[in-house]
């Protein structure tokens, strides 16, 4: 099952580099000093990073909360612009770790952040080099991860692609007292279904009129909601299409199951027949044995 999620989603392979003034540059943190409010602070990361002035962009609006209280720590803690630059990709590289598959790979992304900021504490040249002293590594890793990996499902959720859909049938099956499981994952990209408004033009029927009782008026509602609901939308088809490939991979898998615990069975009962024979040889020489006595 492993080796069939790294298939669909393979991963890339990262190295830990020294990462100075690749997101910030020396003039870009001019500019993030300058700002003094919250509010211009935003707004400098918003137009450094390209990022959407809009409460309906919520990535963008997640990526800048981000960004901004990155900052603020670095101010906090009174980090030059050197060590504001690298926390600054440290955090970003991280978070593009995290992004790049909708499976759990929170362990990966930790290992991946300690070396990124060993790489920025140890003088190594030219493989990594001291921007951040041991004193400030323990302040940096308790602010991470009671930020960033705190909420580590929220990033995953918001930035990993939902454009397609994907369904998990775990079944049970047992026979003869072995219990087998089956997981079968079936996915499939694109194709997002469109939004599609329905117009539900209710008809007056001769003999309603303003002046019928609301029952009446409710039960004629009710039908044409009805005759409404039964029009089929434009993914039905894929989505019946994939249930019936579904339905036949799950009673092909089962079939498959079925005659292997069948061969087991009669591997196994007939080496239970093989160590049967000698005890009853056994027993056959005992028993000549006392009669000719």
Known sequence: MATEWERL??????????????DLS???LEVIGKAQTGEELKRV???????TWAEIDQRSAILLELYYYTVLFCREQGFSDAQTSCLFSIIKETHEFCIETPLGNIEQCYNYFTELLLCHTVRRPPFSTDIFSLDQVPLITNYVLNTYFRHFK?????????????W????????????????ISLSYCGLSESKIQLKRNVS??????????????????????EAAEEDESPMAPLKNYIKA??????SQLLS??????????????????????????????????????
């Open 245 to 250: 490939q579904l339905a036949l991979e799950v």
């Open 154 to 166: 929220l990033y995953k959720y918001v930035f990993t692609s939902q454009n397609g859909y994907l």
């Open 168 to 183: 998990f049938a775990v079944l049970s099956y047992q026979r003869n007292g072995v219990r087998v499981r089956l997981d």
């Open 204 to 225: 007056v029927e001769p003999g309603f009129d303003d002046s019928s009782s609301p029952r009446e008026k409710e039960q004629a509602t009710a039908v044409a909601e």
């Open 9 to 22: 989603w393979p991963t890339k392979v990262h190295r830990a580099r020294i990462c100075l003034w690749r």
């Open 256 to 293: 498959i199951v079925e005659e292997k615990l069948l061969a087991s069975e009669h591997n196994f009962s007939s080496k239970l027949a093989l160590l049967e024979e000698p005890s009853s040889t056994k027993k056959s020489h005992g028993g000549s044995k006392g009669k000719r006595k």
């Open 45 to 51: 990361l918003a137009e450094l990073f390209s990022l």
């Open 26 to 28: 020396m003039q870009q």
